[in-house]
């Protein structure tokens, strides 16, 4: 055996070392928080801290919850059955008054028979915006999305069905004139014409046609006043209108904030300004007090509407300074490009401008959006009763429900972060997939 | 030019027809409907039920208006205001009356130009204070913390009140009354002080009634009153004299089971006038003889309603007190019907 390597040498591997796990600091759930919760004095505290904020949260907070009671209909007889099943001085939820008292949440003191109008118009509310959310919605959907704010006014208000028909004829109309004018007028009488027709037709005779029509075929469902709308309801029908007429008003005022006449640029820049400078309650208070000693006495211009218009100016306002971000932020060679290419101002605007200036805008508009949504819990200073403190204040006059408190914050709040939560996600999802392939 | 002279007369219409009917007794009826205004909710006096129909001690007297007027208690539709825009409501016409706890004071009645259509609750400021405290009046209060309502008169009687009497205090700044409790339950304040009414409707809401008392003193006068807007007599005398009807009513001893049986004719003249049944007294405010009968016959006379709706069978349990007639001790006084 001698002279052979093996004697020379005292050992030669000849098979890999198998593969050893690392030692336990450096793997798992121990260097995850090593790396992450403890990785200097700093830190360290910090965590501590952290996790005493949360155990403290959790011990006032777990209790009342683990103790709700959901099949109540009092506050005190929330109690007796806490301190029937928890011993005496527990505490606990009372989601009884959710229980109860929901409907009044969602549709405020809307007749209860009329409920699926409501859910009807709210199912319709996602048909209507499937095809402008997501691309893969077949574009004929885009029809009913036309049809659908009218089709929405029928349902909530009721009454005739003639006067969505006849709004929904001024806007022919107004086609109708751009048609017949275009070739004779020229583009900007046709467009004046266009949107003066309408405007016309609905301030003059839409009122009384829709009143002949009825007269003769009378058609409707049961009219259902303002005053009956309420909670979630409420909050929806001026959330979405007001969120669908910003938009493209905010796109108005900024181009004409950029614009080089002079009247068109002062105007924009007054109102946005005028709007900016001035609190949304005080525009809401104009909207419910003062407009009833402008208008003439006996005027039934709807609350609703008001606060509506309200609304939407003010959040049209911010949208446009949004939106003139985005404008600012596109390179001058992209405006040039344009003109290079002999486009005028609107082909300029719609093909090249507007598109990247919006993808710019998303994450702003919808945080205005997402603003919007929740200003419209400031309506309970008009008199209107919205979800969080109008339709909650309402339902604590009774006094089975006196002395509940958190409760009809934490629901309506949680439904109020679900929506506001979608809204953000669906701004995320929309910024990646305009990202792709650009840039 | 003819569209726009045709648009002037329009409008000029318009204004003519506004002006024209400025009677607000004229408005109701056409409109058949009243607009009462009333709070947003507030235990006892207005809140809707989980059917959404308005109740309490405010809506009742809303619908015995209505009653009065248009022959109809339901036809009324309630327009809920706030603290901020009740005075607007009624001034602006939004609502033609307006019964929403409201106390009358000189600057409302004269300076923002209402009239006040008589006293239809006594209340006044009071404190609630944990029984192991161990006050037993508000002038040991010397130094405690207080919770109180922000810019409410409550918070001037309360200024008013410490500073007379020498005393200091710790004031704790609250919005809601819903906050206000949820403060005092959970010890921010030693004190909760609001109106009499309020307080005992918070006590009797608590888990633990017996552990806290309302001090004796009361420290304000709040007289709480429906109103209607200056300039409108005749509506004025309407709100007035059905307040006037329900409180005689049960003076006289006219309820809401015995007001049709009485109105067959009794041996008292003042009670047949109430009715209708002698004389005409409707005629004058431009109603029917029928109008105080169908008024009391819509939520009962004034104690019917004080007893369904804040009395002592309710949980809120208060008791009549000043709020009782002029023969019982109370300041209710309802001048003749003659």
Same mark, same amino acid.
């Given at each position: ?12 591997? @000849? ?138 006014? +029928? ?18 109309? *107004? ?15 046709? /467009? ?132 003139? *971000?985005?404008? /600012? ?15 005028? &101002? ?39 009763? @919205? ?28 439904? +109020? ?23 | ?12 219409? *318009? ?21 009462? *205004? ?35 208690? !339901? ?26 706890? !409201? ?5 409302? @009645? ?58 200091? &205090? ?19 304040? @030693?004190?909760?002080?609001?109106? /009499? ?13 017996? %552990? ?59 009670? %047949? ?18 109008? /105080? ?15 369904? %709706? ?29």
């Amino acid at each position: 055996m001698s002279g052979l390597h093996a004697d020379s040498t005292r050992f030669v591997r @000849d098979t890999m070392l198998a593969e050893q796990e690392p030692p336990l600091t450096e793997r798992g759930a121990v260097k995850w928080a090593r790396e992450n919760l403890f990785s200097g004095p700093l830190n360290t505290f910090l965590t501590v801290v952290g996790v005493f904020a949360l155990y403290l949260i959790l011990k006032g907070l777990g209790p009342w919850l683990l103790h709700s009671v959901w099949f109540a209909n009092s506050a005190a007889e929330c109690r007796e059955t806490v301190a029937a099943d928890f011993g005496p001085g527990a505490t606990g939820a009372c989601w009884g008054v959710v229980r109860e008292r929901w409907a009044q949440y969602f549709y405020g003191f809307y007749p209860s028979e009329a409920y699926w109008r409501v859910n009807l118009a709210f199912v319709l509310l996602f048909v209507a915006l499937a095809p402008i959310l997501f691309a893969g919605v077949p574009r004929k959907v885009l029809w009913f999305t036309a049809f659908y704010p009218v089709t929405a006014l +029928f349902l909530l208000w009721g009454g005739s069905i003639w006067v969505p028909v006849v709004i929904m004829a001024g806007i022919a109309f *107004g086609w109708v004139a751009f048609r017949l004018l275009g070739p004779f007028a020229g583009a900007l009488i046709a /467009a004046i014409a266009a949107g003066l027709v309408p405007v016309l037709w609905w301030l003059i005779l839409a009122a009384p046609v829709a009143h002949l029509i009825e007269g003769w075929i009378p058609l409707g469902i049961e009219a259902i006043p303002s005053a009956k709308f309420g909670g979630f309801l409420l909050s929806f029908t001026i959330g979405v209108t007001g969120i669908a007429f910003s938009l493209p008003l905010g796109i108005v005022l900024a181009l004409g904030r950029q614009s080089d006449m002079p009247l068109v640029k002062m105007l924009s820049v007054g109102f946005i300004e005028f709007i900016r400078g001035v609190p949304l309650i005080t525009l809401l208070f104009t909207a419910s007090l003062l407009l009833n000693y402008f208008l003439p006495p006996g005027t039934n211009f709807d609350i609703i509407l008001r606060v509506i218009i309200m609304v939407t100016l003010f959040s049209a306002a911010y949208i446009a300074e949004v939106i003139r *971000g985005g404008l /600012a932020a596109l390179p001058r060679g992209q405006y040039e490009a344009a003109d290079a290419l002999g486009l005028d &101002y609107w082909k300029a605007q719609q093909l090249i401008i507007m598109p990247q200036a919006l993808k710019i805008s998303i994450p702003g508009i919808v945080s205005s959006f997402i603003g919007l949504f929740k200003d419209t819990t400031l309506v309970i200073f008009v008199g209107l009763l @919205d979800p969080l403190k109008g339709i909650t204040d309402a339902i604590r006059g009774s006094f089975e429900w006196k002395g509940v408190y958190w409760e009809p914050f934490i629901f309506p709040g949680l439904i +109020f972060f679900l929506i506001c939560f979608g809204m953000s996600r669906y701004s995320m999802y929309l910024e990646n997939k305009l990202k792709r392939g650009q840039r | 030019m003819n569209k726009q002279l045709f648009f002037g007369a329009l409008a000029a219409a *318009g204004m003519l027809a506004g002006f024209a009917s400025a009677g607000t007794l004229d408005d109701v009826k056409a409109r058949g409907e009243l607009n009462c *205004g009333v709070t947003t909710g507030l235990v006892g006096f207005a809140a809707p039920d989980a059917n959404g129909q308005w109740t309490g001690f405010d809506v009742s007297f809303c619908r015995a208006v209505a009653a009065a007027v248009l022959g109809d208690p !339901t036809k009324v539709k309630f327009v809920p205001t706030t603290g901020q825009t009740r005075f607007t409501a009624l001034a602006s016409g939004e609502v033609d009356l307006l019964a929403r706890n !409201t106390t009358w004071t000189f600057s409302r @009645d004269v300076d923002l130009k209402f009239t006040f259509l008589g006293v239809n609750y006594y209340d006044g400021q009071g404190f609630l204070v944990h029984k192991d405290l161990g006050v037993t009046s508000a002038k040991e209060l010397d130094g405690a913390t207080i919770c109180i309502q922000t810019g409410t008169t409550t918070e001037l009687n309360l200024a008013e009140y410490f500073k007379v009497n020498n005393m200091s &205090y710790k004031p704790v700044a609250i919005e809601t009354n819903a906050e206000g409790e949820q403060q005092y339950s959970a010890g921010a304040c @030693d004190a909760y002080t609001t109106d /009499a009414s309020g307080l005992a409707a918070t006590r009797a809401a608590f888990a633990d009634p017996e %552990n806290h008392i309302i001090l004796p003193e009361i420290i304000s006068k709040e007289p709480l009153a429906p109103l209607v807007r200056h300039g409108d007599d005749q509506w004025a005398d309407i709100g007035r004299w059905t307040l006037n009807a329900l409180i005689a009513a049960e003076e006289f001893g006219i309820t809401s089971a015995n007001a049709d049986e009485l109105a067959k004719g009794t041996e008292n003249p003042e009670i %047949n006038r109430i009715l209708g049944t002698e004389g005409d007294l409707g005629a004058m405010f431009g109603l029917d003889p029928q109008w /105080a009968l169908r008024a009391i016959k819509a939520g009962g006379n004034y104690g019917e309603i004080f007893a369904a %709706n804040i009395g002592e069978s309710t949980p809120i349990g208060l008791a009549r007190g000043l709020n009782a007639q002029w023969t019982q001790g109370g300041l209710l006084y309802s001048p003749p019907f003659r």
